[in-house]
């Protein structure tokens, strides 16, 4: 990859990566643990209304707005997988945001993103976090 590529790429990576938590950081989050997304103008989660259980990102869009306010020990007992991708997203802004300035290779960062056992273990805490989510609903309810 050209230098210019590197730096494009980066550039793209922070903007993307980063946004989500400034915009995460307008938000109050819902004291209930889930429904923060609703300032956004989005509708309730619909798998909750059919089921009465939360889906598996419920809680995310208020754990990243504890998170984005530096609460994260709230954002991680909110929704795991919120917060475990919030501070995900802030490491990548940081490092897209070093290697736009320094052309560092992001090669590497998506060798380790795109690897079958990264995947999987994304997969098992997001699962983990939903069952925990479930469960928190259905004992406060």
């Not at 917060?83 to 070093?98: E, H, I, N, R, S």
Request: glycine residues 12%.
């Amino acid at each position: 990859m050209s230098p210019l590529s590197n730096r494009v790429l980066a550039s793209v990576l922070f903007v993307c990566c980063g946004g989500p938590l400034v915009l995460a950081a307008t938000l109050t989050p819902d004291p209930a643990g889930m429904g923060t997304h609703t300032q956004l103008g989005l509708l309730d989660c619909g798998f909750e209304f059919a089921t009465g259980y939360p889906c598996a990102t419920c809680g995310c869009t208020t754990a990243f707005a504890y998170a984005a306010d530096g609460s994260l020990l709230q954002a991680l007992l909110t929704q795991p997988f919120g917060a475990f991708l919030a501070l995900g997203l802030a490491m990548m802004t940081l490092v897209a945001g070093w290697s736009a300035c320094t052309n560092m290779p992001l090669a590497p960062i998506g060798r380790m993103l795109g690897n079958k056992r990264f995947i999987l273990f994304g997969a098992v805490l997001l699962l983990a976090a939903w069952a925990y989510k479930a469960a928190i609903v259905a004992t406060a309810g």
